[in-house]
């Protein structure tokens, strides 16, 4: 091996047992997890959040529903039982 080759050769090994000792990694880069598996924990709140959210929704849109139809049928059961009395709102 000429002599400026094996210059070159021991400068990137220095160079790299130097990336190394700070904590660099050498080669192909580690392949990342995407999708790391949840804790149970975490998916048990999840769940209760999502459970939550549709819970919210159907207790008030059935609140809404029942209001209305309890308004109306109040509105003419007292047209109805309230025909000869005064003053009453």
Known sequence: MPAGRRKACKRIKTALAARRARGASIGRPKKLL????EAAGVRF???FTRIGAITTV???LSGVALS????????NY??????GSVGVL
């Open 34 to 37: 995407l999708d790391a598996p």
């Open 58 to 60: 159907v207790v008030a």
């Open 68 to 75: 209305i139809t309890f308004a109306v049928e109040s509105y």
């Open 45 to 47: 709140i999840r769940g």
């Open 78 to 83: 007292s047209d109805a039982s309230e025909v």
